[in-house]
């Protein structure tokens, strides 16, 4: 079956247009090479085909604002321009972002599951308040999801990719030499989310994501105090560059350095206040 066909009669991931279906159900199996042309010509003349291309072209126009609506609030939660305890409504935050409603209800459903925000029906959503206790939990999953992801990168990374990942680190390690938080935090989401797509695996990428949001916002909010950039560097280009030679095992030991690190720095906040 011809890719006009095999599209009509799949639609976007969904169920075929009712008049494409009933010229598929009207002309079943093998229809030769002239067949096919008259197939698929009978299937364009119904308009159906080109609705059906409209409606996924719609679905993917909203899924991308949807993520990027997502993307911005999360990094918005994360460097506290949205502080800790905030109360927001959807309408101020459409405002803010330019984004339209649906998109933002989408995003903070997304943030409530990563457990950043709390929504409160008819009164909008609170921005989670940073836990130590939490952060920490977060940790433990972090070092067993992060130690496979890097595994797996080290195992299926590209050249294309490998590329791009020393290029993030670079722009990473240049953030800290300017002591740019803001941008340190922008490049490093770069280089999660293409050690991410390196690893080749959805499943452990999306797990990986939900959790990193909450520790990368609690290093935002006591780096200044208590955390050294430069050696942060260093430990996620000791990964990357372990990743990008295909060495495994390299690649487990420097995420297991860089997890190590961070429990340190949690743990130095903890008895920092604590003294405070």
């Not at 992801?149 to 791009?164: E, F, L, P, Q, Y």
Request: glycine share 6%.
């Amino acid at each position: 079956m011809k890719q006009t066909e095999q599209t009509a009669a799949q639609g976007c991931d969904q169920e075929a247009h009712p008049q494409v279906a009933a010229l598929i159900d009207r002309h079943p199996g093998n229809h030769g090479p002239q067949g096919h042309d008259a197939f698929d010509a009978q299937i364009e003349n119904t308009g159906a085909f080109a609705d059906q291309r409209t409606q996924c072209s719609e679905n993917q126009r909203r899924g991308d604002a949807q993520e990027k609506a997502y993307k911005a609030l999360k990094q918005m939660i994360i460097v506290q321009e949205l502080r800790p305890n905030e109360l927001v409504s959807e309408k101020k935050l459409a405002d803010q972002t330019g984004f339209g409603r649906a998109s933002i209800r989408t995003a903070l459903q997304n943030l409530k599951n990563d457990g950043l925000v709390e929504i409160y029906a008819q009164r909008g959503c609170r921005i989670s308040e940073i836990d130590v206790v939490v952060q920490m939990k977060v940790l433990e999953v972090r070092a067993e999801l992060e130690r496979l992801m890097a595994i797996h990168a080290a195992r299926n990374i590209t050249d294309a990719a490998a590329s791009k990942l020393k290029q993030s680190v670079q722009q990473l390690t240049q953030a800290t030499q300017d002591e740019d938080a803001g941008k340190f935090m922008d490049n490093l989401r770069d280089v999660h989310e293409l050690m991410a797509k390196a690893a080749d695996n959805e499943i452990l990428a999306r797990s990986v994501n939900q959790i990193q949001g909450l520790s990368r916002r609690f290093w935002y909010a006591y780096h200044a105090r208590y955390a050294d950039m430069s050696e942060a560097a260093k430990l996620h280009e000791a990964r990357i560059n372990a990743i990008c030679s295909h060495d495994g095992t390299g690649a487990a030991k420097a995420s297991d350095n860089l997890v190590a690190y961070l429990a340190h720095f949690t743990e130095s906040v903890v008895s920092r206040r604590t003294v405070d």
